[in-house]
């Protein structure tokens, strides 16, 4: 304590002799060469004790770095996100929605609800299967939207239920395309698509998106059997066609 107060004195006098002009550059040097052992005793606990707290704060950053923050969602917050959205635009968004379902409360309503949406949503987009499409069509059954997605949720009800008597308009369809096709090699994939159209032979095909793809897929190929890899696409998506539904595509 005694070592402070000689400081203190020493600053202070120093400091009134400066402003006085009677003390030379040379006398406070002297001054603090004679106090130099004090000066540096100090300096040193005081750099002790920074370095302590800066240990003490690098281990707490630590701590926090390898902390993960994960946000939970409150229902009210999901369903304001995704009633914003159409059915569909969730569906083009959905690995962002599913990362916000997975952080939403564990006791949330909307969550579950939309996660089987997606996954029901998704299997249209894949070849026709009897299990997973009867598993489908119970599970519609009690699923009940955001009142914002009824609409959309009654045309993707419509799909899953019909999708077995798609693949048997899906093989129709084909052999329509055969016939419109024959031998003309000058017809394109866009005059087969229209007549198609005009007739409204492709109305419930387009429903399900993995048979609306497998309609386009197979005029294009059809119509331009020309091209070299024409007859290996259109011999892999028939045996596709017919591993889902041999019923269909005998």
Request: with cysteine; glycine share 6%; net charge negative.
């Amino acid at each position: 304590m005694r070592r402070y107060i000689w400081i203190v004195v020493l600053l202070l006098c120093c400091g009134d002799f400066y402003g006085q002009g009677k003390v030379s550059k040379k006398d406070m040097e002297r001054a603090a060469e004679v106090n130099k052992g004090v000066i540096i005793d100090s300096l040193k606990r005081r750099l002790d004790s920074l370095e302590c707290q800066y240990g003490r704060l690098r281990e707490q950053l630590g701590r926090f770095e390898s902390r993960s923050f994960n946000l939970t969602l409150s229902d009210e917050q999901l369903a304001e996100y995704l009633g914003a959205k159409s059915l569909e635009g969730i569906y083009r968004d959905r690995e962002e929605v599913r990362k916000l379902l997975a952080s939403a409360e564990d006791d949330s309503k909307w969550a579950p609800v939309y996660k089987e949406i997606l996954d029901i949503r998704q299997r249209l987009e894949q070849p026709y299967n009897k299990k997973e499409n009867e598993r489908d069509m119970q599970m519609v059954a009690d699923i009940r939207p955001l009142k914002p997605h009824e609409g959309e949720f009654q045309y993707l009800c419509n799909a899953v239920n019909d999708y077995r008597f798609i693949m048997f308009e899906l093989a129709r369809v084909i052999k329509m395309v055969n016939g419109m096709v024959g031998s003309d090699t000058g017809i394109s994939a866009e005059e087969v698509e229209n007549k198609l159209r005009e007739g409204n032979e492709l109305e419930t095909i387009l429903e399900v998106p993995y048979a609306q793809k497998a309609i386009e897929t197979y005029i294009k190929y059809k119509t331009s059997l020309s091209l070299p890899d024409a007859d290996k696409e259109l011999g892999d998506l028939v045996g596709e066609l017919q591993g889902a539904c041999p019923e269909a595509f005998k």
